[in-house]
């Protein structure tokens, strides 16, 4: 018999032993035969049956190892096309960098119940007019709009290489009809900063070296949250060296140079030195700071010290000093404290300290003090919601007539990313300014609408 049953039709009914002796006879024979052809074929049949089994079984895991490092090639072949493709159309710089853009597309609605500095983004309230007509009112604009890019190098003189640069159209708008509809493009910063392990430097435009935090805001982005309340944010060319310890927990020191202001108004294109660069000396400032953490659960909290000059007549030079600290500190990955504190002289010159009064009426630096501080929940990646105050109180004494004793802020904030790049905010700020015919408050309302990108 053969293993495909050959054998067994061999035998008909008919050729049929008529004896039980003839049939005991012929089912041996058949035994043997099963055996011999066994045995010729060099394996018993069930073995043979089982390798036959695991024969097929291997081709078929063959081809189907064949198959799928065929699909395995495909895959690849198509990803190197779709790379190559993306390498073509992508965006390149000239010394072959890493480039990324990045911005923010944002409409704001608002609405004030009094007369402030600035409709959309206010800092402080200012005296009512006489002319009849209402003191607040409403408007949109999408002038708080920002763009910006960043070009990386892992390896720069043996680190890590960023430089970015970020602008917006908030710097100010054409004298038209259009107002601010017509909104100048501003340069916000533009840094170029090299990080090792222990160090970093930096050389660019960047928010002071004792004042870097700012408050989470969608409704104050043009000029930061609690400006005039506290918050010395204004943006200085300047360069800045680091070194620290490294670690879980980081003790640093940090030392810049600044260009001297003095936040005077400069022209519509010619610029003259103000009274800060007539000094002939730069501005310095110190930070000692300790950091701690990465990603959402990075805290940072520093002290700092600042020092400038003033150019007056005669041979002498005034002094704008000041004393900050600053702190970030995530006490969870959904619950986040910030703020800042100073107490200084000449502090216009960082950015609305003293309520953006400079001077005293015997011409000295205003002496003032403020801080600011804010608490951010972040109940999902979606939401962000969180309230602060500040304020910023200059020193009675040496203040004229009409100048602002005091300005405060209190503001509560809702942010939502509901779907891909839309983001929706909602703000409330009130402000309230002493004058010395006493206490003005304005309702500032904000809701901010875009996408980022």
Do not use: C
Not at 101 to 121: E, I, K, P, Y
Not at 172 to 185: E, M
Not at 238 to 249: D, P
């Amino acid at each position: 018999m053969t293993s495909d049953g050959k054998f067994a039709g061999l035998v008909h009914s008919h050729d049929r032993p008529r004896s039980s002796a003839r049939s005991r006879i012929l089912a041996v024979a058949t035994t043997a035969a099963f055996v011999a052809l066994a045995v010729v074929n060099g394996r018993p049949l069930e073995a043979q049956d089982s390798a036959r089994t695991r024969a097929d079984s291997a081709k078929a895991g063959q081809d189907s190892i064949a198959a799928r490092l065929e699909r395995a090639e495909e895959a690849i072949k198509l990803l190197q096309q779709q790379l190559a493709g993306q390498a073509q159309s992508a965006v390149k710089t000239r010394s072959r960098l890493s480039l990324e853009f990045h911005g923010l597309v944002l409409a704001t609605g608002f609405s004030n119940t009094r007369r402030v500095n600035n409709v959309d983004d206010p800092q402080f309230v200012r005296p009512d007019t006489a002319n009849g007509l209402p003191q607040g009112g409403a408007g949109l604009a999408i002038r708080q709009t920002s763009i910006g890019l960043a070009v990386t190098d892992p390896e720069v003189l043996g680190g890590n290489f960023v430089g970015d640069l970020d602008v917006d159209f908030f710097g100010g708008q054409q004298p038209s009809s259009g107002g601010r509809t017509f909104p100048l493009l501003r340069l916000r910063t533009a840094r170029a900063r090299i990080s090792w392990k222990y160090g970093e430097f930096e050389v660019g435009q960047d928010s002071p070296l004792i004042a870097g935090v700012n408050p989470v805001s969608l409704g104050a982005l043009g000029t930061p949250e609690f400006v005039g309340a506290g918050n010395l944010w204004l943006w200085l060319p300047q360069i800045r060296i680091g070194v620290e310890t490294g670690g879980g927990v980081s003790l640093g020191i940090q030392g810049a140079v600044l260009a001297p202001v003095s936040g005077d108004a400069s022209g519509a294109f010619d610029t003259d030195n103000d009274i800060a660069e007539k000094s002939s000396r730069p501005y310095f400032e110190g930070r000692v700071h300790v950091r701690w953490g990465s990603d959402e659960m990075a805290g940072d909290i520093g002290v700092g010290i600042h020092q400038g000059w003033f150019a007056t007549k005669g041979d002498s030079l005034l002094q704008n000093q000041a004393f900050t600290v600053d702190a970030k500190i995530p006490l969870t990955s959904w619950l986040e404290l910030r703020g800042e504190g100073y107490d200084g002289k000449g502090m216009r010159a960082l950015g609305g300290g003293a309520v953006g009064q400079l001077f005293t009426p015997i011409g000295a630096p205003v002496r003032s003090r403020g801080a600011w501080g804010q608490v951010n929940i972040k109940p999902t990646p979606r939401v962000t919601l969180g309230g602060g105050y500040g304020f910023d109180d200059p020193r009675d004494e040496d203040l004229g007539a009409g100048a602002r004793l005091k300005n405060e802020a209190t503001s509560v904030h809702l942010h939502l990313r509901p779907v891909g790049p839309l983001v929706l905010g909602f703000e409330y700020r009130r402000i309230q300014t002493t004058y010395a015919a006493g206490k003005l408050a304005n309702d500032h309302f904000n809701l901010a609408f875009g996408f980022e990108f």
